[in-house]
């Protein structure tokens, strides 16, 4: 078995949502089995580009790079479109059509939903953002952060939400990684708890003191599932489907992997691949990150639902609270120049002149919000040693955007 380090590109980006009259087919590119994508609305010349573009990139991604399925979602109202590009299969070799409705494991974009949820907590007044975690934790959690040499009166909300707690990413220990090849293959079958994943994350100690540095964990999201159960005596996957408001969203085809039941009707998960390991996401089931860090489903129609909730006051009561969410905190030590920055659940990037709020995941999927378009993408691809070209996929959508929105 050839050995993968289990790493991620730290990239990924924010979504959007609105009603709009009933889809229309647009035809695609020739040469690529393409499932329909659709245009809404007023079919003007620049929502006619942006769309072939999009198509275009899509299709590139199969065709050329060999992924066995991929698609993008624009949701664009200054455009007068919302549309859906997929092209290629739900497995190698296989024949049935990727759709933008079939589901995928997010990994990592699980983030910004746990995130929103204590941000709901937060506005609640059950949690203080700048109060030590000692104090929404279980005494057993803070037994095991503090054998491993952390100091919980130190750590807060804060720390946790915005990777700056000095803890150690439970994904990068030498337990873990020597465990992966084997749960990724199937040779292993694990369910851990998120008692399991702390302790093994106590490996090596902290990192650095709180608020010294940025440094991206996993860790400090399955913290802050816990708080969550603490906070609200519900299961993680409960308190954040309340508090995000998967129903009232119209969120149907996202749910927790394991911890919450499949909905009723949706399609199978589409497989997703590493070829250079010959991983295949059906072999490792249970999935390894359940509590926070990831361990969602959904597809990126829903993703951006939730992230244009995110954007225009759907989610949150107070209207600040985005504004905060955003908000990137200082460290005592700089960032590096090629640290990624982040604030308290989205990354912040620029992608040419634009902001973009946004965040990806570890299996090959980037997701984001543009304000100065006002505009929702996500990109997504079956084929995570790819994974640059999703985001180059990403960012090209939004720079055609940004030109065509440019010209008169």
């Not at 455009?79 to 494991?105: C, D, K």
């Not at 030498?174 to 749960?183: G, I, R, S, Y």
């Not at 694990?190 to 994943?197: A, D, G």
């Not at 995000?244 to 039941?261: I, K, M, P």
Request: charged share 20%; net charge negative.
């Amino acid at each position: 078995m050839r050995g993968c380090i289990h790493t991620e590109t730290r990239r990924g980006e924010m979504i959007f949502r609105t009603q709009w009259p009933a889809a229309s087919v647009v035809a695609a590119p020739s040469g690529v089995s393409t499932a329909a994508c659709f245009a809404v609305g007023d079919h003007s010349n620049q929502a006619t580009l942006l769309q072939l573009k999009a198509q275009t990139l899509v299709a590139d991604l199969v065709g050329a790079d060999a992924a066995p399925g991929a698609a993008a979602y624009i949701i664009a109202p200054k455009f007068g479109m919302e549309a859906g590009m997929v092209a290629g299969v739900t497995e190698r070799a296989g024949r049935e059509p990727l759709t933008i409705e079939r589901p995928i494991r997010i990994s990592s974009v699980t983030k910004p939903f746990v995130a929103a949820a204590i941000w709901r907590v937060w506005e609640m007044g059950k949690i203080d953002l700048d109060q030590s975690i000692g104090s929404y934790l279980t005494s057993a959690h803070v037994m095991i952060l503090t054998g491993g040499g952390y100091d919980v009166k130190t750590i807060t909300v804060r720390h946790l939400l915005s990777h700056t707690a000095g803890l150690v990413d439970v994904f990068h220990t030498n337990a873990f990684t020597q465990m992966l090849p084997k749960l990724m293959t199937g040779q292993v079958k694990h369910r851990f708890t998120l008692e399991e994943q702390l302790k093994m994350a106590m490996e090596g100690g902290p990192r650095f003191t709180p608020g010294q540095a940025f440094e991206y964990s996993d860790t400090g999201y399955l913290l802050l599932a816990a708080i969550l159960e603490k906070a609200t005596g519900k299961s993680m996957a409960a308190a954040t489907r309340e508090l995000v408001g998967f129903d009232r969203l119209g969120l149907g085809n996202t749910w927790w992997e394991v911890l919450e039941a499949e909905p009723r009707g949706v399609l199978a998960r589409a497989h997703q691949y590493e070829y250079v390991c010959g991983w295949d996401s059906y072999d490792e089931d249970p999935p390894h990150d359940l509590f926070g860090g990831g361990g969602m489903v959904s597809t990126p129609k829903d993703l951006a639902r939730f992230f244009y909730a995110l954007f225009h006051e759907e989610v949150f009561e107070k209207p600040e609270t985005i504004h905060v969410m955003v908000s990137v905190d200082k460290t005592a030590t700089p960032r590096k120049q090629n640290d990624s920055v982040y604030g308290h659940g989205p990354q912040i990037h620029k992608v040419g002149d634009l902001t973009v709020y946004a965040h990806g995941g570890w299996w090959g999927l980037d997701v984001g919000y543009v304000p100065e378009l006002d505009m929702a993408v996500s990109v997504i691809g079956l084929r995570r040693d790819i994974r640059p070209r999703y985001t180059a996929a990403f960012d090209a959508i939004i720079l055609e955007a940004a030109h065509l929105q440019a010209k008169p």
